[in-house]
């Protein structure tokens, strides 16, 4: 009787070279493998970089505001009478963004003023507290007083909200009165204003930063 053919055993030359044949292909997949792991652990912190690099929105403002205010220089006191009288001045600052800087560009509206015969001066931004509009001066009953045209909040000269005539006036605040430089203005005749804008609809002033 014959015995059944069986298949030579592999010798353990042919094994090795079988296992050496693998090698190149895993070590190929092990640097791959590394490269991409390496990748995405230095994309997060580079792609987080180029977030805050591109976006304008953290570089908005204007040019001068820093941690100790936004002053910028609004008018000479010859341009504000001591008659008791508003007037109107626009601010003009550079506005800068990540990719630009706008020079001279109108950022604001005030109203500047002197009592009679003072000579210090009040400053009030004409951004109405009830939902900010712009406030503006008129005459009612021969008396000077801010009048919003959006939904008829009134107030004095003083900047206090005006609740007379059984008229409803719905902003939640007086205006908003801003820093003078009073030395400044003492020395230089120039008025000096620490320029900031308030959220409108609040009872307390709450700064927009
Ligand atoms: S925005 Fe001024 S009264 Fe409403």
Sequence with gaps: MSKPDTPPAASPAASESASDAGKPRRSFLYRAMTIVVSA???????????????????KRGS????????????ANIDAVPDDGVPRQ???????????????????GLLYLRRAEGEANVEVFTAVCPHAGCNVGLVEKNEQLQYLCPCHNSAFDLTGEKIESGGTVHPSPRDM???????????????VWVDFKNFYPGKHERVEKK
Aim: without cysteine.
């Design 40 to 58: 995405a652990v230095g994309l997060g912190p580079l792609l987080t970089g180029l977030a805050v690099f591109f976006d304008p929105l953290r």
């Design 63 to 74: 040019a001068s505001a820093d941690d100790e205010g936004n002053w910028l220089r609004i």
């Design 89 to 107: 001045f626009p601010v003009i600052a550079d506005q800068i963004d990540a990719w630009n800087r706008t020079p001279n560009q109108p950022i």
């Design 176 to 190: 908003d009165k801003l820093e003078v430089d009073q030395e400044k203005l003492a020395e230089t005749g120039e």
